[in-house]
């Protein structure tokens, strides 16, 4: 084989195969999508992710170094799967599509059932209503 024959394909990527992710990496997607829309961050996560398409298997490394430290607060497993999962080539577009389709559907009712100690609609008056004099008094 020549030195023009090995050069050829030096800098190849491979293609973006259709990624079939685990059940596990699946809710682990999920839950960050879901954290994303819930902090309406979404245009900027998919700007990011785009952004560091080429990167994606060095951001799966840096996840593997971190690993020891991060386990103080989040699960082991969890950051091992998803760092598996980023490695693969298709892993920016499935990433997009879920926090696509997180966008569109919507996830405020998974934060309302999260925090049910948060106001209820008989707490709130109206925007026109004063109080009511006998209970401000003391």
């Known amino acids: 084989m020549s030195f023009k024959d090995r050069l050829k394909h030096a800098f190849g990527v491979e293609k973006i195969e259709e990624i079939d992710p685990t059940e596990y990496q699946k809710e682990i997607v999920d839950t960050v999508c879901k954290a994303v829309v819930r902090r309406r961050m979404t245009v900027?996560?998919?700007?990011?992710?785009?952004?560091?398409?080429?990167?994606?298997?060095?951001?799966?490394?840096?996840?593997?170094?971190?690993?020891?430290?991060?386990?103080?607060?989040?699960?082991?497993?969890?950051?091992?799967?998803?760092?598996?999962?980023?490695?693969?080539?298709?892993?920016v577009e499935y990433l997009a599509r879920r926090l696509d389709y997180w966008e569109d559907r919507g996830v405020d009712d998974d934060a309302e059932k999260a925090d049910p100690g948060g106001p209820q609609e008989k707490d709130v008056l109206p925007e026109d209503a004063a109080p009511d004099d006998d209970s401000t008094r003391s």
């Not at 298997?57 to 170094?65: C, G």
């Not at 497993?77 to 490695?87: K, P």
């Open 44 to 91: 900027p996560a998919l700007m990011a992710l785009e952004m560091s398409r080429p990167l994606n298997f060095v951001a799966s490394q840096v996840i593997h170094f971190f690993r020891p430290i991060v386990a103080v607060v989040l699960d082991t497993a969890g950051i091992e799967a998803f760092a598996n999962f980023l490695e693969h080539r298709g892993s």
